[in-house]
DNA sequence: CGTTGTGTTGATATTAATCAACAAGTGTGG
DNA sequence: CCACACTTGTTGATTAATATCAACACAACG
């Protein structure tokens, strides 16, 4: 680890954004995009400098988006994708902490800092509704925490594919027959740095539980889970 | 991965608790504090069960809790130390999600999650200060995954200490004149469980920190930063 | 004092990273 | 339409980091 696992170029994104992800109801959604000014952004371009001044707010209201923090070297550790509906807004004292860049187009809901605190008084809803999308962001980064810190390459992959087939928009276009659908936007160096491993053991691990009968693989960006619950199994360190 | 990493039988801890953590004002805390039962606990003594249903909320009020996830053959995940105001509650689908034991005596308050709903309709303010704790301590969260997930050993043990540094306690009873002096009260095996490392793994690092002049070994218990510019550049991957 | 729990250190094993080659798409331009 | 470069993903060989296994040191405690 002490060299480099694919690094990169610290350098990388433009634009600013910010930090708090959670999942904010579809009223709430609706009252800050009436506020807001709306941006869409191309695959692979980043809308958030993490240690760039924190001016915004965003909401994502539809694709898919990476959280990332970066070390000095160019490691990257993937904190979270982000979907429609989530809100990104966390910064410590004025920098937003990660960065963000799109993974397909991405159509985004910005708005100031002044304005939602303005907001929260005006609306005390949304105020319950951000502490249910923290609390939300706070569970799902701890089970993260447990997969990172405990679980082998092989039940981090089984985890990430459960965690993806809980995504709403799984199962669509895809033969039941042979299982559920599960796509998967993102590459493998994405997959990898949300892991905590490198391509080249994503890339095995997939093939592993492919072979075992646990998925099969018809394209890159999609698979289909042919027995989830062992899946699951594996994914909580039974399998 | 696969054998076990000093493992802890998924039995240990009694008595129920709760799981959202975060730093709540002194005047919310009071305002708690009031309306609870208090309660001691004693060292090593478990206070959460994960997977209990979750009927109340904690503050704790003075001492160290950990925070703990298991998987079913016992590895385990430390998310977080918790002391003096911070704040658990956190379940899913009525259960708590993680587990907590003290480390030192632990005084805490305990209350019933309906009372804390009835409180945050009577004060606007303390839904504020819950969301501000839960945001804090999702950044905790994100740094947590940066370190599990990319850092190497040497740089885990560098960064925990350089978090523990940050703790108001620090520096008190110690020798300014040889460096900071850090209290250390949990054990190799906890500090390890934080990490994603094995105790020996811990023991190792600390043993080399202390052999290139960054920190010192006075006690089991705590250690002296001798160079903590140098200790947070390692921390960031620089040293 | 012996015993127990905790921490350290050493020797070896194992997992996942690194290094390297190749395969499969995808897009470009001749 | 095909040749080519370029990107992305897969697979194999080897290395390196950390886990495991084992022995020992030390302090707290009865």
């Known amino acids: 680890m002490t060299a480099s696992l694919h690094r990169l170029k610290p350098a990388a994104a433009p ?10 109801g579809v009223e709430d959604l609706q009252r800050l995009a009436n506020l807001a000014v709306t941006r869409t952004v191309r695959p692979g371009q980043g809308f958030i400098v993490e240690g760039d001044p924190a001016d915004c707010f965003f909401n994502i209201t539809c694709g898919t988006a990476k959280l990332f923090k970066l ?3 160019g490691r990257r550790q ?4 982000a979907t429609a509906a989530h809100f990104l807004g966390l910064a410590v004292s004025g920098r937003y902490i990660f960065g963000a860049e799109a993974i397909d187009t991405v159509r985004l809901c910005r708005f100031s800092r002044t304005r939602l605190r303005l907001l929260l008084d005006e609306f005390p809803s949304l ?9 939300a962001e706070l569970v799902a980064a701890q089970d993260q925490m447990l997969l990172l810190g405990r679980k082998t390459a092989r039940e981090r992959v089984a985890s990430f594919l459960m965690e993806m087939s809980r995504q709403p928009d799984c199962g669509t276009g895809g033969s039941d027959l042979a299982g559920l659908r599960v796509p998967l936007p993102m590459h493998r160096l994405d997959i990898a740095d949300y892991l905590g491993l490198t391509i080249e053991t994503v890339s095995r691990m997939l093939t592993r539980l492919c ?16 027995d989830p619950t062992r899946l699951q199994a594996v994914a909580d360190g039974l399998g």
Chains 1, 2 share one sequence.
């Not at 993937?78 to 994708?81: D, E, K, L, Q, V």
């Not at 105020?127 to 609390?135: E, I």
């Open 71 to 73: 070390l000095p070297d």
């Open 78 to 81: 993937i904190i979270g994708f």
């Open 211 to 226: 072979r075992e009968g646990l998925i099969s693989i018809p394209t890159t960006t999609a698979v289909l889970l042919r």
């Open 127 to 135: 105020g319950r509704s951000l502490l249910d999308a923290a609390s």
């Open 15 to 24: 634009d600013p954004g910010s930090g708090i992800r959670g999942i904010v």
